[in-house]
């Protein structure tokens, strides 16, 4: 079983930026999602077991307004 994220953690050292992970650990960071991409494949790490996540930087609250037809 794999141990959970610390977001706080990486809250500390990756927020406002996207992340790629395998297997729990960050292999890459990128300002935006598209230079994230290209860092993966000039280093040939771009495969199918890669997650990506925008982390929220600590000091921006988010709000999100769900709204029924």
Known sequence: M???VDY???QDA???K???MRNGEVIASAE???IL???LRENNL???DIVFEYIRPKDRFFA???SSP
């Open 2 to 4: 794999e141990e959970p």
């Open 37 to 39: 991409v290209r860092v």
């Open 18 to 20: 996207f992340v790629a």
């Open 14 to 16: 990756y927020g406002g």
């Open 46 to 48: 771009d495969s199918e």
């Open 32 to 34: 935006t999602h598209g």
């Open 64 to 66: 999100y307004r769900i």
């Open 8 to 10: 706080i953690r990486l």
